[in-house]
């Protein structure tokens, strides 16, 4: 079977890997970048199905403002039996866009697909799920059952005057939520699409141009290893690189989200942190599968 990675070449940010596959996609990134509308999406997801092998390795996304790219590889993945995804990220992904689908919003979709059991987020910090923004998030496919959270320093008490305390896994420090994360797992062993977003490690691993979270690097090689129902797909994205939007409006959107600024003269520094960090997790995802 054909494992080779395949790296969606938007933003010229993932180093070089050994049997890549790169498909060219720069004339993509200003309609991609942050957000799209979903016709746009759905003319993305013709590329792929007509650029893409039948079976193929973990996908490479480039920045993490290409996160909702995840939702039409997960669409298009084939699998005998429902799979839950594990999505690695320091943010929900589950929150309100009004323009179509955007690098933070895209979770619910996948949350809404037939042959999806379940989606866990695992590792947030972000404040995106704190009772200030509580009202941002989708709340219906944490009611449902088919989202779960998995976060740290965040004050979450007001999903359970809601009624959704089922739905968020609140822990003091990394270590104790990979434990519990990893014994859930063992419990209940699946199919599993993982979704990797390297804001979820800390900056000190690598940086991303998005806020970062707690996790170490022997804390994500942690919860791929306890992954016990094999992979059916993976992708990573999280590359950090440097663009100025031509839209007026997705330049104002990304301003509100308070994106850190990329230093042009650190870049390929931390370029080359990531690129040594994805082949630790490719290493790890090839173990999992």
């Known amino acids: 079977m054909n494992r080779h990675p395949v790296v969606l070449d938007i933003d010229h940010s993932v180093g070089p890997l050994a049997d890549r596959l790169v498909v060219p996609l720069e004339h993509w990134q200003e ?5 799209c509308t979903l016709s746009t999406l759905a003319r993305f997801r013709r590329v792929l199905d007509d650029t893409l092998p039948a079976t193929h390795g973990t996908v490479l996304l480039g920045s993490g403002d290409f996160h909702h790219l995840s939702w039409p590889l997960i669409e298009r993945t084939r699998a005998r039996t429902p799979f839950q ?62 989202l779960s959270y998995w976060c740290m320093d965040v004050d979450v008490g007001w999903a359970r005057r809601l009624g959704l305390a089922q739905a968020f896994h609140r822990f003091d420090d990394p270590q104790a939520l990979v434990a519990e994360f990893r014994a859930a797992q063992r419990q209940r062993p699946l199919p599993t699409y993982l979704s990797i977003d390297k804001d979820v490690f800390a900056p000190e691993v690598a940086r991303t141009n998005w806020d970062q979270g707690r996790l170490r690097l022997e804390h994500g ?30 330049r104002r959107l990304s301003a509100i989200d308070e ?25 790890a995802i090839g173990r999992a599968g």
């Not at 309609?31 to 957000?35: N, P, T």
């Not at 919860?223 to 992708?235: F, K, N, P, T």
């Open 31 to 35: 309609a991609l970048r942050f957000g």
């Open 85 to 146: 995804v594990v999505v690695l990220d320091n943010h929900p992904d589950n929150m309100r866009y009004a323009f179509g689908v955007h690098c933070g919003s895209w979770v619910r979709r996948v949350a809404m697909l037939p042959q999806v059991s379940h989606v866990h987020v695992v590792g947030i910090t972000s404040g995106d799920i704190g009772r200030a923004h509580a009202w941002e998030n989708y709340l219906a496919p944490l009611r449902k059952g088919k």
């Open 221 to 250: 090689l942690a919860l791929i290893d306890g992954l016990r129902g094999g992979l059916v797909g993976s992708d990573i994205t999280g590359e950090i690189s440097h663009y100025r939007y031509r839209s007026w409006l997705k």
């Open 259 to 283: 994106q850190p600024a990329v230093d042009p003269d650190e870049l390929a520094a931390w370029q080359a942190q990531q690129h040594a960090l994805n082949q630790r997790l490719l290493a």
